[in-house]
């Protein structure tokens, strides 16, 4: 079975960093794309960042962008989302979501940042900033 096994969060001040890891397991294409949401109380769930396993193209979210970094150890099959200058709004449940099919990043790549994208979820983990 597909795995996806998000964690990392906790509580940090604001200007601070955390770095969030997602652990994929269950499945064996070389090509597929994993996601990073979240979702703060009250509001939707948002597309923050991806990136593509097979050649490594990224894509942030505006919101994000600059402070937040994404990457992966293909070795061990896992996604890390390293944040930085964290701020207040930042404050939500983060997810994981792997879609299994490849995609070819370029002037479409805001489209991954959209749920029904990804095949996959993992459980959660929650990140709160304090002020």
């Known amino acids: 079975d597909v795995q996806l096994q998000a964690s990392g969060g906790g509580l940090v001040q604001a200007g601070g960093s955390l770095r969030l890891s997602c652990a994929a397991s269950g499945f064996t294409f070389d090509d597929y794309v994993i996601g990073w949401f979240r979702q703060a109380p009250g509001k939707e769930r948002e597309g923050v960042s991806c990136?593509?396993?097979?050649?490594?193209?990224?894509y942030y979210a505006d919101s994000v962008k600059g402070r937040f970094t994404i990457s992966s150890d293909n070795a061990k099959n896992t996604v890390y989302l390293q944040m930085d200058s964290l701020k207040p709004e930042d404050t939500a449940v983060y997810y994981c979501a792997l879609r299994l099919e490849g995609y070819e990043f370029g002037k479409s790549s805001r489209a991954l940042m959209l749920d029904y994208e990804y095949d996959y979820w993992g459980q959660g983990t929650q990140v709160t900033v304090s002020s």
């Open positions: 990136i593509s396993i097979d050649d490594i193209s990224t």
